[in-house]
């Protein structure tokens, strides 16, 4: 089965079961749906700074358990660091680089709701249905 990154956004709009996640599941169902440890890091600091009770975190604990989640290595840093340098005119978030670089890292396309966010890095595939 194919893989592909979600961003940390179309997550979110499946935790939160966002209209949105209706129009991204058609672009992730029959595929192996994987993160960045760095979505993961992200999701949770959201739960804690809006305060989430034990059923919403629970809900988002099932749904990061249900998704493969690349963790960093050696050569996920390297190309961090190829992505930061790409980007030096046109500077991109550290977790966004993060992101961009476990999608190029793994060789998966990366699903997005941002697209702009990870413009003009080499090699990496956007899928989007942001206008």
Known sequence: MTIRLLDTNVVSYRVRRHT??????????????????????????????????????????TVIRSLLVYESDDALCRRWAEVRA????????TDDA?????????????????PADFA???????ITEAP
């Open 20 to 61: 949105l996640w209706a129009v991204y599941r058609r672009h992730v169902v029959g595929y192996t749906q994987a993160v960045s440890f760095q979505t993961v890091a992200e999701l949770y600091e959201w739960a804690d700074r809006n305060q989430w009770g034990g059923a919403k975190r629970a809900f988002l604990d």
């Open 86 to 93: 790409a980007r030096r005119t046109q500077p991109i978030a």
């Open 98 to 114: 993060w992101i961009a670089a476990t999608a190029l890292a793994n060789g998966v396309e990366l699903v997005t709701h941002n």
């Open 120 to 126: 003009h890095i080499p090699g990496l595939t956007v």
